[in-house]
C-alpha cells in the first residue's frame, strides 16, 4: 500500500477528511517544507464487543454465566391490611418449611 503524504498545513485545513482515511487503514505521512516529520497511521486496537468485556468479567470472577436454568417467575407478596412487613414474609415462607 502507497503511503500518501501531505504537508502540515493542508493536514490542519482538512484534519477531519485525513482521519477518516487512517480510520479506514490507510497511513499517512505529513511533511513540513517537503521533508516528513510525523506519520499518522491506524491504533491497533481489541475490539471492545459486549461478549469480549463479559468473558473477562467471567475470568477475573465478577461475573458467572447462566447454565441454562432460568428464574423462577417474580411472585409479589399480597398484604393484608393491618399486617407488618415480617408477618408477611413468614407466611409467604410457609410452603418452605
Known amino acids: 500500500m502507497k503511503v500518501k503524504m501531505v ?9 477531519g477528511t485525513y482521519l477518516r482515511e487512517v480510520q479506514k487503514g ?3 505521512v505529513v ?3 517537503g521533508r ?3 506519520e ?5 486496537v481489541e475490539p471492545d464487543d459486549l461478549e469480549t468485556r ?4 467471567v475470568r477475573e470472577g465478577f461475573l458467572s454465566r447462566a447454565h441454562g ?12 391490611s393491618g399486617w407488618s412487613g415480617t408477618k ?3 407466611e409467604d415462607r410457609e410452603d418452605r418449611f
Open 7 to 15: 504537508g502540515a498545513r493542508e493536514l490542519k485545513t482538512r484534519l
Open 26 to 28: 490507510r497511513p499517512l
Open 31 to 33: 511533511t513540513e517544507r
Open 36 to 38: 516528513p516529520v510525523a
Open 40 to 44: 499518522l497511521r491506524p491504533l491497533a
Open 54 to 57: 463479559l468473558e473477562q468479567l
Open 69 to 80: 436454568t432460568s428464574w423462577k417467575p417474580f411472585r409479589p407478596i399480597r398484604v393484608k
Open 88 to 90: 408477611a414474609v413468614a
